[in-house]
């Protein structure tokens, strides 16, 4: 049986204002997609959304037959982010910072370690495993934010500006990365900016004021899941 895809139908979120107004995608198990839009557009909201962490105003989110929303703003076991303020313990050393997502899954302590230094060592941060968070530069932050929520190996990974401080060879190997996981089956959403980013992946969404656009690329070759959820989405495979 195929992973399951990701879908958002007719997604409304309003604050003091309308964030996100009748927003309808499908995310794809095993494939990239990227959203990009300008700043405030509405990405991190759209994110935020699809992973359980608010409650739609309106409209549903569905994986494998579930809604993301749990009613407490914890997103379900199947979801990590890569948040765009990292959240890591400072005082932490960054090997802790990795293995603690797999200490609350419950792993255990010598193969949470274990698998903390492989996923380093994908973000070629293993040299830094020792030191404390607080010490290190942004752009190595944000690779062991990355670390921490690629070694979970969840279904559905959802990154929020994952490669924003990198220099471009890090980027590289943070695409690397995303292919890799889409590879495995993951569902796997990417909020950017970079257009390399978009290049990169294999669906393209454009979001603007809160809605859907028309999305940059062209959708020759279109996913033929895409019939149904063309507003707003490109394919490049
Ligand atoms: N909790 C909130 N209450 C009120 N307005 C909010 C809240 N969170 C976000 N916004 C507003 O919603 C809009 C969309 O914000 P969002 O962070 O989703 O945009 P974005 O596209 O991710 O931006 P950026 O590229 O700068 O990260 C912005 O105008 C922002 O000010």
């Not at 809604?67 to 982010?81: H, K, N, R, T």
């Not at 809160?210 to 707003?232: E, F, K, N």
Request: net charge negative.
């Amino acid at each position: 049986m195929s992973a399951p895809d990701l879908v958002l139908r007719d997604i409304t979120y309003e604050r003091d204002r309308l964030l996100l107004s009748g927003v309808s995608v499908m995310f794809p198990a095993g494939l990239v997609t990227a959203v990009s839009g300008p700043s405030g557009s509405g990405k991190t909201t759209l994110l935020s959304v699809a992973g359980g962490l608010i409650c739609p105003t309106s409209g549903t989110t569905d994986y494998a037959g579930a809604s993301m929303w749990q009613g407490d703003g914890d997103p379900p076991a199947e979801v990590v982010f890569v948040l765009q303020v990292y959240g890591l313990v400072p005082v932490l050393s960054a090997r802790e910072n990795v293995a603690l997502a797999l200490r609350a899954r419950g792993v255990r302590v010598s193969e949470a370690d274990d698998r903390a230094e492989s996923a380093l060592e994908r973000f070629d941060i293993a040299d830094l495993g020792e030191r404390q968070v607080e010490e290190l530069s942004g752009g190595q932050m944000q690779r062991v934010a990355c670390a921490r929520a690629f070694v979970v190996a969840a279904p559905v990974l959802l990154a929020d500006e994952p490669t924003s401080e990198l220099d471009e060879r890090n980027r590289d190997v943070v695409l690397r990365e995303l292919r890799v996981e889409a590879a495995r089956g993951a569902v796997v959403v990417v909020a950017t900016h970079d257009p390399a980013v978009v290049e990169a992946s294999d669906r393209h969404v454009v979001i603007d004021e809160g809605h859907l656009a028309p999305a940059h690329v062209p959708t020759a070759g279109a996913d033929p899941r895409d019939g149904r959820w063309s507003d707003g989405v490109g394919s490049r495979r």
